[in-house]
């Protein structure tokens, strides 16, 4: 995965480095998990990938950072990644903020009424009605359950505007509310095999233990497969929220 973070490189230019051993395995792996994806014989890390990395090579975003030291950020980048998991009709968006945050985006947690920042990810969690935002220290970002294109940069353009608000003239805090989570949220973006490998009786039973902290994510494999990385990427940032 480090070899791939500079950029895409095929099999063979990953060979001469690690040498043939397991390659085909690992790569295999790392495909399942959707950490890495193969275009044009081309292997690329993914989004998911490089959040996964970054947090495992800097356990910490770094310390507590003056706001005020900050860059005003602007959107370097708008795409549509895929329709949404649990409406088909909506669509899931990444885009990237420039400059990156890093330590101080933790700051910005008094920011938005409904918020969590994650020490362990990273990323800032918004929600906002059935919307999930998710502001990564890196600079990049992911929203849920968006209408449209033009929908999701008018909510950047917000966002955009409260943290550069906020490093102009500091943090106004918002009254905070309690974020809950239902099961039935959790439930929309499990597999849905009722496979019981997690040995409960459904996927539905397994959310209702999910949410009351009973069991954990690990204990579903077929998450793990990479026709699910971006459910696993979904359910991950909720479980945040309990």
Not at 22 to 41: I, R, S
Not at 53 to 76: A, F, Q
Not at 167 to 194: A, M, R
């Amino acid at each position: 995965m480090s070899l791939l973070k500079d950029g895409s490189k095929s099999k063979e230019e990953i060979q001469k480095i690690t040498g043939p051993a397991m390659l085909d395995y690992h790569l295999q792996l790392l495909q399942q998990a959707g950490l890495v994806d193969a275009k044009d014989k081309l292997f690329e890390l993914t989004d998911f990938g490089n959040h996964f990395l970054e947090s495992k090579t800097h356990t910490s975003t770094g310390p507590r950072k003056d706001l005020s030291k900050s860059k005003p950020i602007d959107i370097v980048e708008v795409r549509q990644f895929l329709p949404c998991i649990a409406d088909k009709s909506k669509y899931r968006i990444i885009a990237r903020l420039k400059p990156p945050l890093e330590g101080a985006l933790e700051l910005l947690e008094p920011l938005f009424p409904r918020a969590r920042y994650s020490e362990k990810l990273g990323v800032l969690i918004i929600q906002k009605k059935n919307q999930i935002i998710t502001v990564y220290s890196t600079g990049n970002v992911t929203m849920t359950m968006v209408s449209s294109i033009e929908e999701a940069k008018k909510i950047l353009e917000d966002l955009k505007k409260d943290i550069n608000d906020a490093i102009e003239t500091g943090i106004k805090s918002t009254f905070g509310e309690k974020i809950q989570v239902d099961h039935n949220e959790v439930y929309k973006y499990l597999p849905g095999t009722n496979c019981r490998i997690c040995g409960e009786q459904s996927c539905y039973s397994f959310a209702i233990r999910l949410t009351g902290n009973e069991t954990t994510l690990d204990k579903c494999r077929p998450l793990f497969e990479q026709k699910y990385a971006i459910n696993l990427e979904h359910l991950q940032t909720l479980m945040e929220y309990l």
